[in-house]
């Protein structure tokens, strides 16, 4: 089956530092894959690479058959594909909600109005913010302003979803409902790729872990394996700390 995203040997330094170092990651239609790794492993940057709001420096990303690190291809049209949450200032705060959630597809997509707002409504309404629509971002506690981020992320139906430690700016009583949120993507098939220091998600959620130690891929293998019996050193050690 192809893969909805595959790295090749991927490079990016930021000046003199390498921060990938040759990653090579294939990810399938419907997988659900956890980056994890200690902070400045690279995770971030990964992430970024994909979305386009970094250029590699070598190798190769594949969003399904279309060399998105060609740089000529159109920026705008490969992130339409791509939904993406990152950890914090998600929403743009001088719109309603509403209007955050259907900004993309009616800029880029060109959807009408009424059509955008419906989809949109429908998503608020399954998430249980249908009565936020109209309200600001900052009238919403921080677990409703991140599922409405994931919504926004949705909206457009794209193949792949990026998600950028999402909870990790949250109060621990609101990371369940957003993890909640997640996990019925999941179970919906969407194609996630997300970086998060919640080992319990993604032990819980996760067709595959990896380990991202400097800018490298040290292990990946399933939640039970990477969990349960890592094999490197360096993903004990990292594992260790979260036990
Ligand atoms: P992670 O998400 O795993 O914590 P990042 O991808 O954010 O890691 O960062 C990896 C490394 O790249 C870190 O050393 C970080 O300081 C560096 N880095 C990230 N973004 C930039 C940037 N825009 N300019 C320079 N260095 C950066
Ligand atoms: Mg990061």
Redesign the pocket.
Known sequence: MSAVLRLENVHKN??E?P?LQGVDLAVAEHEVVALI??????????L?CVNLL?QIDDGRIWLRDDDISDPRVSVDTVRARIGVVFQQFNLFPHIRVLDNVTLAARRVLKTPRAEAEATALALLERVGLADKAHEFPDRLSGGQQQRVAIVRAVATSPELLLL??ITSALDPQLVTEVLDLVRELKNEGTTIVM?THEMAFARDIADRVVF?DA?RIAEEGTAAQIFGDPQHERTRAFLSRYL
Request: proline share 0%; charged share 25%.
């Open positions: 930021f000046g530092s921060v790794g200690a902070s400045g492993s690279g995770k971030s940057t990964l970024r970094e950028d430690e970086a991202l800018g």
